[in-house]
């Protein structure tokens, strides 16, 4: 089947705001960050983001102000460009052709109109970089060739934690193993200085980061073995001295000097924010239990705020009094996903496993954390190898109501440990409660888990590896004690002693079908009857699941033979089956349509189809490099506007589905792309007043009394039409002027724009000049009579009704000067 181009994957919500250190605005209103192939901008106060900033094809690497102007931002991507940004407005500016994959920006205040990126060597390969200095050319274009690269460093580390600036420019510092190399622009030369090597048995003392003190000639380096040493006298390479400061137990991730260079803060896997006092080594200030390990820590210019970002996805804003004034949560990424991607009915939220022993719900639509829900209610300690509770299942019933999580800690089967929990959804809350607790659920490991969508009854069912499934049923009566129903085991059916795998209800929860390696078994949940087996070709089940809407009659399977089978229950026969390697298999709740993912030589492929149509609706070669792991669909709040047949499937859900290299991806029609990248442009006209309700009643108001003072007045008047501005008039002046070209480009333009030909009415002024006074006369002596009070006669009405005939255009342009003439002078006269 020929592949549909306009269909394109991309990389939705939910993307790493921890890949780099963001940077605080000037004024500390905005935060920006690099999150996936976009720049987010995020409010200091409110944790919203404001806008996103779009148009790099590929991850961001790096961000950092404009020295030159504090409006605008630089940001550079491994697809091998910069890009300067209005991050007030979210306006991309201009854009800088590197030509080379770029893994950190550096700007300063000394060399305006200059960046430094980090490239990787020319015959290094992927693993030797350099330092690298290009001039931004000046130039009105959009797009500019900026290949002239100026050598500064060789041989250093991608890390953008491992190389800062000094003294505001005057040099450079980067680390890198055991070694610090210190590059003096105004001598020119590069200094290196290195540190011993450890000589106790497992003692790690290679560099990690750097930074710079901001006034005196000071370098900080972090080290491995949770060691910091400050640098002086650096600038002559045999004289250099280093102190020591220790605290931390493990590597130093992360160091910043504040603005004024009076405190170093400093973060790692502790997770606590330490801040010395410069020149007192022994006074430091602590704030503990920030999340996960501190990875990047920025500081604001006015030395206000600091923002330390997290493993667990999260940016921690806080105050110079070392307090956490804000909290921007991400999409919490951990080193593997034991639930299924799932969809909240009720909040339409994404939820899977968040932090250890939580489940995190994850707005799409908004790019939001909502919340955690603590599943083990027990803390977690952050040490290798340790055996800890885990969410490993969960699942929702098709109301929403009920959540159903499995939790497991220990590695062998005679250790094991495994609790069911249900929760209840309660609405004054607006979150889920343990309303039932069940130890030791099955003698060993959960395989599988799913709710009935019947809604007669409340039903789970569980597959484990104890050769039987079991049913837990919601009682009908509620406990006397605590006035709430509880949950108790309805059956427990197995199939000759074989382990069973995964497990489906079909639409109405008439039917159940469970997988017992290479036999499937159908059920009635009523009465608990085997109504049927399936047979198919050689190899354990692995994934079932039923059609739906016109399709219901059919039930789908994937085994461990690389094929993909189709039965139908009606004739209890096997109606196709295609030979291929299906490492995921989904239905779709809203429609009839199913999804396929299928893993071929590193690559997987994605087929979608109906089960009654043995050509599939859709299909996408190379979907993503490395395999997928969980997928969902998820209901649209409103159907595509335009949508063509070849994307007719996405018309009621998108596909979500997470990757190996843990990145969540979605498909999206051309259509939906630029309808989402014309929203994000529109412009706020007023900033100075919110958007409130109160706010759009009042403008209501006011809009109702100019329409009834417009409608009293006479309509015999004619109001003057005052000229219209022309758009390039209206796009220039509410423009901001910092984006605007030179205003010799724009002067002539302007200016021409302005002016008003009257070649064509000279002809037409002069003629009727004689009559123009005639007129004018008898508008006067009108006035008069009007201003004494006279009223009309009948005839007068008249002869006013026959002077209504339609004037020649010269006569109305005269009519029209004269009436903006001041005539009080003659009432004075009058008077006198």
């Known amino acids: ?53 779009h148009g790099h094809t590929d991850q961001v690497t790096g961000v950092a102000l404009n020295p030159a102007n504090h409006l605008q931002l630089y940001s550079c991507s491994a697809d091998g460009t910069v890009r300067l940004w209005d991050y007030v407005d979210g306006i991309h500016i201009k854009t800088f052709i590197i030509g080379f994959p770029i893994y950190s920006l550096y700007v300063s205040t000394k060399h305006e109109g200059i960046v430094f990126l980090i490239l990787p060597m020319a ?60 590059y003096f622009f ?98 430091k200030n602590f704030l503990p239990r920030l999340g996960g390990a501190i990875l990047h820590i920025s500081v604001s210019s006015d030395g206000e705020l600091c923002s330390t970002s997290h493993s667990d996805n999260k940016i921690t804003i806080i105050q110079r009094s070392v307090k956490v004034s804000a909290v921007i949560q991400g999409l919490v990424k951990g080193e593997a996903v034991r639930t299924d991607l799932m969809i909240d009915p009720l909040s339409k939220a994404l939820v899977l496993n968040g932090k250890p022993g939580h489940l995190q719900f994850y707005s799409l639509q908004r790019d939001k954390h909502l919340y955690n829900l603590d599943i083990v209610q027990q803390e977690y ?18 109301r929403g109501s009920w959540l159903a999580t499995v939790e497991e800690r220990g590695q062998k089967s005679s250790e094991l440990e495994i609790s069911l929990k249900l929760w209840a959804y309660n609405e004054q809350a607006q979150s889920f409660e343990l309303n039932t607790t069940i130890t030791a659920p099955h003698n060993d490991q959960v395989r599988s888990m799913c709710f009935s969508p019947s809604c007669d009854s409340t039903l789970l069912l569980t597959t484990a590896r104890d050769n039987c499934f079991k049913a837990w049923l919601l009682g009908t009566e509620p406990d006397t004690q605590n006035e709430t129903s509880s949950w108790a085991c309805d059956f427990v059916g197995n199939y000759h002693d074989l382990r069973p795998s995964s497990c489906s209800f079909s639409a109405d929860g008439s039917l159940l079908a469970v997988g017992f390696q290479e036999v499937v078994t159908v059920w009635n949940p009523e009465s608990w009857e085997l109504l049927t087996t399936l047979c198919q070709p050689p190899g354990d089940i692995r994934d079932l699941c039923f059609g739906r809407l016109s399709c219901s009659k059919y039930l789908l399977g994937t085994n461990t033979k690389n094929l993909l089978c189709c039965w139908n229950l009606l004739t209890c026969s096997l109606e196709w089956s295609a030979s291929m390697d299906v490492s995921l298999l989904l239905s779709d709740p809203l429609s009839e349509n199913v999804a396929a993912f299928s893993s071929q030589s590193g690559k997987t492929d994605l087929f979608v189809f109906k089960p009654s149509e043995p050509r599939p609706l859709f299909t996408q070669k190379a979907l993503c490099s490395g395999g997928v792991r969980h997928a969902v669909f998820a209901p649209r709040g409103e ?62 108001h006011r809009q109702q009394q100019k329409e009834k003072e417009e409608s009293l007045l006479s309509p015999a008047v004619e109001r003057i039409q005052l000229p219209k501005g022309s758009l390039a008039i209206k796009e220039l002046l509410h423009t901001p002027a910092h984006v605007l070209p030179a205003a010799s480009v724009l002067c002539s333009l302007f200016v021409n724009s302005l002016l008003i030909s009257n070649t064509a009415d000279r002809a037409d002024e002069e003629p009727p000049k004689q009559e123009m006074e005639t007129d004018g006369e008898e508008e006067d002596s009108e006035g008069e009579t009007e201003a004494a009070g006279a009223r009309l006669e009948p005839n007068a009405r008249a002869c006013a009704d026959e002077d209504t005939t339609p004037l020649s255009k010269a006569l109305e342009r005269e009519l029209r000067k004269v009436r903006k003439s001041d005539f009080g002078w003659i009432a004075g006269v009058l008077d006198s």
Not at 186 to 197: A, D
Not at 665 to 671: M, W
Request: glycine share 6%; charged share 25%.
């Open 1 to 53: 089947m020929v592949e549909h181009t306009e269909i394109r994957v991309v990389r939705c919500g939910g993307s790493k705001i921890n890949h780099r250190a963001p940077v605080f605005a000037n004024d500390s209103r905005y935060l920006l960050c690099a999150s996936g192939d976009s720049v987010k901008v995020y409010s200091t106060n409110t944790e919203e983001c404001i806008h996103s900033l």
């Open 123 to 182: 015959g290094g390969g992927s693993e030797r970089f350099q330092l690298v200095a290009i001039h931004l050319p000046k130039s009105v274009e959009q797009e500019v060739d900026a290949r002239e690269l100026s050598a500064v460093l060789g041989d250093v580390s991608p890390n953008p934690r491992a190389t800062a600036f000094g003294r505001e420019g005057e040099y450079i510092a980067s680390v890198i193993g055991h070694q610090l190399k210190v």
């Open 186 to 283: 105004r001598k020119q030369k590069t200094y290196s200085f290195s540190v011993p090597r450890g000589k106790k048995k497992g003692a790690q003392n290679q560099m990690t980061c750097v930074t710079c003190h901001p006034t005196d000639d000071c370098i900080a380096t972090g080290h491995e073995d949770g060691k910091i040493r400050l640098w002086r006298n650096f600038t002559h390479q045999k004289e250099y001295t280093f102190s020591t400061l220790h605290w931390h137990h493990n590597a130093v991730n992360a160091m910043c000097f504040s603005p004024e260079g009076t405190s170093l803060l400093s973060g790692g896997i502790e997770s606590v924010l330490v801040q010395w006092r410069y020149g007192e080594h022994n006074n």
């Open 381 to 398: 300690i952050h040490e290798a190898g340790l055996d800890q509770f885990e969410v490993v299942r969960a699942a929702f019933d098709a």
């Open 639 to 700: 159907r595509l506007s335009s949508c063509d047949e070849r994307s007719q499937w996405l018309n009621r859900s998108q596909l979500y589905f997470l990757t190996d290299q843990m990145d969540l991806l979605t498909l999206s029609t051309r259509a939906e792309e630029d309808r989402m990248l014309a929203a994000s442009k529109q412009l706020v006209i007023d900033d100075s007043v919110a958007v409130t309700p109160f706010y759009l009643l009042l403008g209501k």
